[in-house]
């Protein structure tokens, strides 16, 4: 009896950790696709990374994600001045690594 509700806790505990790790996704996962950009400026000090949503593809708009150190995804509008300088200094960054 006391194995059968030992593997009922590991169970339980295996669940709660299946539906954490599921929850973490990001707005770049296989299903989300941003649907508006920010109006925010962000700082490229701030974001570790980026990748690019094309709308031929699953998503309705072209947007640029980047996923800032707080572990935040925000979609931006490719077109915009600030987001092509962002996407340039990123890039810079990875070819000096």
């Not at 194995?3 to 990001?26: F, Q, R």
């Not at 109006?39 to 708009?61: K, M, W, Y």
């Not at 509008?77 to 000096?96: E, G």
Request: aromatic share 8%; charged share 20%.
């Amino acid at each position: 009896m006391m194995d059968s509700g030992k593997n009922l806790l590991l169970a339980a505990v295996m669940s709660v950790l299946l539906l954490h790790l599921c929850s973490k996704s990001e707005a770049a996962s296989s299903f989300d696709c941003c649907l508006r950009y920010t109006e925010r400026i962000l700082h490229p000090r701030f974001i570790v990374g980026f990748t690019q949503q094309l709308s031929n593809e699953a998503c309705d708009i072209n947007a640029i994600i980047f996923y800032t150190k707080k572990k935040f995804a925000v979609c931006a509008d490719p077109k915009k001045n600030w987001v092509k300088q962002a996407v340039h200094i990123l890039s810079q960054r990875v070819k000096k690594m």
